[in-house]
């Protein structure tokens, strides 16, 4: 594993305790850095102060879903070039165009398989280090 990768922080934000739980073993065993938001209200906050390199967001939650909580990343300027990963059970084509359209970099179809998962996030964090570089 590159070492930069190891360093990088992922904020997972998700409702559901068990899907939670295996999005952080999945991204710790990838080495990573994990923080947790279990309500979308609290997003934005964290998102200041972590800088993570990638969020990792469920759709569904209550409160503020996920569209509504994307909308409002890309509208700050501090945090628009965030990359945002979907993950969510929306899996036609007109779903994923869907997200796409409302600012997601891209998605992860539940239930996730660990090692896709992994591999895609890995592949998130490459692209956005080679955009940086």
């Not at 997601?104 to 570089?133: C, M, N, W, Y």
């Amino acid at each position: 594993m590159d070492p930069v990768e190891a360093t990088r922080t992922i904020l997972v934000v998700e409702d559901n305790v068990l899907m939670r739980k295996l999005f952080v073993r999945c991204l710790e065993e990838s080495g990573h850095a994990v923080a947790e938001a279990t309500d979308a209200r609290a997003v934005l906050d964290m998102m200041r102060e972590l800088r993570p390199d990638l969020v990792v967001m469920d759709i569904v939650m209550p409160n503020l879903s996920g569209v509504e909580l994307i909308q409002q990343i890309r509208a700050d300027g501090a945090l628009a070039a965030t990359p945002v990963l979907a993950v969510t059970n929306l899996a036609t084509p007109a779903d994923k165009r869907r997200l796409v359209e409302a600012g997601f970099d891209g998605h992860v179809s539940k239930p996730i398989k660990p090692r896709e998962f992994q591999a895609v996030v890995a592949g998130f964090l490459k692209t956005s280090a080679d955009q940086d570089s």
